[in-house]
């Protein structure tokens, strides 16, 4: 039987959508999909129809504060049922796991609409007069989970008509991440719409490009028209120079958008229970129990605890780290500009042409290794963006480098290579000294945040179970003994104490280690 969600509306009048009840549904660009036909209305005379032919794009942003089931309930214009929308509106990267990390959500949506369907006159104002017999018998014969299954959970008063293209970002967050960072990250891989879209798969997870570390779903839904025309907007980088662009395409998606093919869109709901009500006041009132204790579990399926260790950036690196960065560098610029002096030494005297391609060599490695002191300076203290991981990566490129330039054998018995060898080895050992004492500090910050996450596990593990404890045993603390009870309560406390006191003692030292 197909779906009547996804079915054309050639054999209903176009205005029909507004006559369905709608279940909430995790695979639909909307979050709904047609239930149940519900209401009986003659022709147009209980709805308004008007033509409202426009071409929308947006980013819709979403975090642990205000997640994507609150925007679809404000946008449905049902925000105190916003945990309905919780479980299709996941907020969750590994749908199939819980994630202790916050994340956050973009959505870049993308819609064309043809025609606007309001309910009016005693249709908007007395709806249960239009209730079909089909409903009212269902009502009184079925389950309150088959009413939501067979027949839905919401009923649309206004609703859009014609197409809509959605793709979800789910990543995880750290707890520098914002809109604007998140955007700009977005935007850079996937053009400014963010609308690219794979014709390989419609779900997909990865890492974040900024932050290898961090888990990241791509959701791709589409509705209306022919929406294969969205894969030309697919995007391998972030020039779009020789692609389409996606306000291109969807104008040329907006054209292929008829009566045949509409989607419905942009709804204002109701919840169902209240036509149930017209009908069984009391199957009314287990229907919203049911649903809502459905809701709530949804709602608390992903209950993030923390944020993702941001990666340690090298502004962040301690005063004694950069002292002992700042100081490598002064040392080593003194060698070598020691080092240009003696090669120019003998470059300027008579004789130099015995040996000149030697000497230009060693005065080469000492200037070239002078200007990339310069530029680990710039880095270390004058980026506020790059990363300690990314500084090592770029450090051990160069020392690579080095070593090659250090095991040349040019000239006879290697003589035109002998003194720059010595040089850029020396470049090597600056560059490897430099790396030594990032790589310690990365090490310390990913072990220190880990553990940290550790200790405050077991202090919550703790605290819960002294909560338990206080709630089972002191409201009839009279019965018992106060004593017994009273003391209890201390080594319950002392053991929070405890536990408090040692991620407290583990945080000095960390402070300690990097004075």
Known sequence: MSDPSKSPLTNESVWSAICYAYKVDPYSPTFL????????????????????KTIDMKLQYS?????????????????????????????????????????????????CTKNCITTKGPFRTH???????????????????????????????KLQLGGMVKRSYIMEATEEDNESKITAELQASFGRECLGASSSNTLKTGNRSTN?????????????????????????????????????????????????NYYPFDFELRPLWELIEKVDADKAKKFRLYLEEKWEKDANRHLPTMFLPAKLRVIQLSDASKRFIANACNSHKEVLVEESAKAQNHLDHLLHFVDKRGYKRWRKAAESGKKEVIQIRELVFNDPDITVEDLIEQLEVRSDYRFVESKRYLGIWGNDSKESNRVEKLNKDFLDEIIKRLQTDFITSRFSVEEWHVQLDECEKHVNKSVQWFDENLSDVESRGRKADVSRAIEQVQSIQKSLSGLLKRLETEFENHD
Do not use: C
């Open 63 to 111: 975090d642990t504060d205000f997640t994507a089931a609150h925007w679809a309930a404000v946008n449905m214009k049902v925000e105190g049922q916003f945990k309905a929308f919780s479980g299709a509106a996941s907020m969750a990267v590994e749908t199939t796991e819980e994630s202790k990390y916050h994340t956050v959500r973009v959505d870049a949506i993308g819609v």
């Open 212 to 260: 290898k570390n961090a888990k990241v779903r791509h959701e791709w839904k589409a509705e209306g028209g022919e929406v294969d025309l969205w894969f030309k907007v697919w995007l391998s980088d972030a020039d779009q120079s020789e692609l389409s662009s996606a306000m291109k395409v969807a104008k040329e998606w907006a054209d292929t958008i008829d009566a045949s």
């Open 33 to 52: 999909s047609k239930g149940d036909e519900i209401f009986k209305i003659d022709g147009t005379n209980n709805i308004s129809i008007s033509s409202n």
């Open 127 to 157: 709806p249960e007069n239009f209730l079909t017999e089909d409903f009212r018998t269902a009502v009184n014969e079925l389950t309150v989970e088959e009413i939501e299954s067979r027949i839905g959970v919401f009923y649309p008063i």
